[in-house]
């Protein structure tokens, strides 16, 4: 076999190794991209001033946030305060502007990761001053009595209350203020020691 045989093969069995060597390291390559790809991207905690921004990666690594008040100037940036490689990453976003929408990617190493469809995330914080208030309802107690279910009510019975200053009332609990109404006690002395709520007195 000449040298010269032997030259080209050895040319050609040195190309066939740079390529396999190229190919095998873009897949490692593209492998471990692929594991650095943010997942279950989720904003939360979003208030006025702030908003927490959490998600996950298939390998351990570091990211930041880049965001912006515009889709193509992402000109903010916050890096994760945890210096450890993790798979669970956590950005909290402050001096936030109220009532105002932002946009934003995930940076891993040199590459940005947008959403699904290549575009940024965003959220917008609530409006200074605004929020949702509960009705608080209204309690009104009813006494135990007959209730009419006529459209106009007629009244049940009518109570003479005597006059404070004519008799005294020497009673001091509700069962002797009940046992002597109308005999020196009445029902102004009831309402006094708040026995109304108790029982239903009947005069």
């Known amino acids: 076999m000449s040298s010269k045989l032997i030259r080209i093969i050895s040319t050609i069995v040195g190309i066939a190794i740079f390529v396999l060597i190229v ?3 873009f897949r490692i390559i593209g492998s471990r991209a692929s594991n650095f790809q943010p997942i279950n991207v989720t904003i939360t905690d979003i208030s006025e001033n702030s908003a927490k921004i959490t998600w ?3 390998d351990a690594t570091l990211g930041a946030i880049k965001y912006g008040t515009t889709q193509n100037a992402l000109n903010f940036y ?6 450890d490689l993790t798979k669970t990453h956590s950005v909290e976003l402050t001096l936030l502007s109220p009532g105002s929408t932002y946009f934003f990617e995930i940076q891993i190493a040199d590459k940005m990761y947008g959403n699904a469809d290549s575009s940024s995330w965003s959220f917008t914080t609530k409006t200074k001053g605004v929020e949702t208030v509960s009705p ?6 009813v006494s135990p009595t007959n209730i009419s279910t006529s459209p106009t009510p007629t009244p049940i019975q009518s109570l003479k209350i005597p006059n404070p200053s004519s008799t005294v009332c020497s009673e001091t609990t509700c069962e002797g203020i009940k046992a002597n109404l109308g005999k020196g006690c009445s029902v102004v002395d009831l309402v006094k020691k708040n026995c109304l709520g108790s029982s239903t007195a009947t005069p």
């Not at 608080?136 to 107690?141: D, K, S």
């Open 23 to 25: 190919v095998i390291g």
């Open 56 to 58: 996950e990666t298939g």
């Open 78 to 83: 916050a890096p994760e305060t945890n210096k």
């Open 136 to 141: 608080i309802p209204t309690t009104v107690q």
